[in-house]
T-cell receptor, first 111, second 109 residues
Framework: NAGVTQTPKFRILKIGQSMTLQCTQDMNHNYMYWYRQDPGMGLKLIYY???????DKGEVPNGYNVSRSTTEDFPLRLELAAPSQTSVYFC??????????FGDGTRLSIL | RKEVEQDPGPFNVPEGATVAFNCTYS??????FFWYRQDCRKEPKLLMSVYSSGNEDGRFTAQLNRASQYISLLIRDSKLSDSATYLCVTQNNNNDMRFGAGTRLTVKP
């Protein structure tokens, strides 16, 4: 089992560019999450999903979009990259009443 | 006020020392509690869940005080490999998890 797979691991974007961060899981978990973590700070929830076809905003959703067309995939889209979105992005999944399991993260720099 | 508050540290302790971290949470609807550890430039990994009766896993002991909305983690006989950031995490019955900013521990020889 691969668990939670995030791609890419690193990316540098120019201001105004768009990109999609991919997250795939093979554990058949219903719940999936996207977090960002700024240096020296805790994780902040961007969006989450409780199952295919259902998504909800977290604490810091502005500037991001998500979709959940399948149980396995939960991509995070940045439409107009801004320097404030420079961060490390973590995808996580979990089963009902279980703690979260995280992917390796995507390090994104916007210059 | 942050929903989950932790002392950021850093805690610098010698090998073999006992160290304790505290965490307070503000949401009384929180139902589940966890400690995660995060190594530098890595993803958070579950260390242990925290149960109302307190629980122990080897050198690690977690305690929960619901009345005071307080969680603790005790590490005995610290190892160099325990050096990491420890994240306190709460979860409410809407499946909403909130992470503390973490407490940094460095164990020195």
């Amino acid at each position: 089992n691969a668990g939670v797979t995030q791609t890419p691991k690193f990316r540098i974007l120019k201001i105004g560019q768009s990109m999609t961060l991919q997250c795939t899981q093979d554990m058949n978990h219903n719940y999936m999450y996207w977090y960002r973590q700024d240096p020296g700070m805790g994780l902040k929830l961007i969006y989450y999903s409780v199952g295919a076809g259902i998504t909800d905003k977290g604490e810091v959703p502005n500037g991001y979009n998500v979709s959940r067309s399948t149980t396995e995939d939960f991509p995070l889209r940045l439409e107009l990259a801004a320097p404030s979105q420079t961060s490390v992005y973590f995808c996580a999944t979990r089963d009902s009443n279980q703690p979260q399991h995280f992917g390796d993260g995507t390090r994104l720099s916007i210059l | 006020r942050k929903e989950v508050e932790q002392d950021p540290g850093p805690f610098n302790v010698p090998e073999g020392a006992t160290v304790a971290f505290n965490c307070t949470y503000s949401n009384s609807a929180s139902q589940s509690f966890f400690w995660y550890r995060q190594d530098c430039r890595k993803e958070p990994k579950l260390l242990m869940s925290v149960y109302s009766s307190g629980n122990e896993d080897g050198r690690f002991t977690a305690q929960l005080n619901r009345a005071s909305q307080y969680i603790s983690l005790l590490i005995r006989d610290s190892k160099l490999s325990d050096s990491a950031t420890y994240l306190c995490v709460t979860q409410n019955n809407n499946n909403d998890m909130r992470f503390g900013a973490g407490t940094r521990l460095t164990v020195k020889p």
